[in-house]
């Protein structure tokens, strides 16, 4: 589960050590599924600016052509 810094300063004043609870080498879920990001009011959308869109499109394509 995902801890904010609020949620870490929390536990970390009632007596808890950081090393106790938390663990740091985990990408953030955002950052596995970029360039695809979502937006409240569109749903799911690939990133336009990303450098990775054209190669991330061109997976897409294969998976569909060959599931």
Do not use: Q, W
Request: glycine share 6%; charged share 35%; net charge negative.
């Amino acid at each position: 589960m995902e801890l904010s810094s609020k949620d870490i300063k929390r536990l970390e004043e009632t007596g808890y050590r950081r090393e106790e609870f938390a663990v740091m080498d985990e990408r953030p879920l955002g950052c596995h599924l970029y360039p695809v990001v979502y937006l409240v009011n569109e749903g799911a959308i690939v990133d336009e600016m990303s450098n990775g869109t054209d190669d991330f499109r061109t997976r897409i394509e294969n998976k569909r052509k060959n599931p």
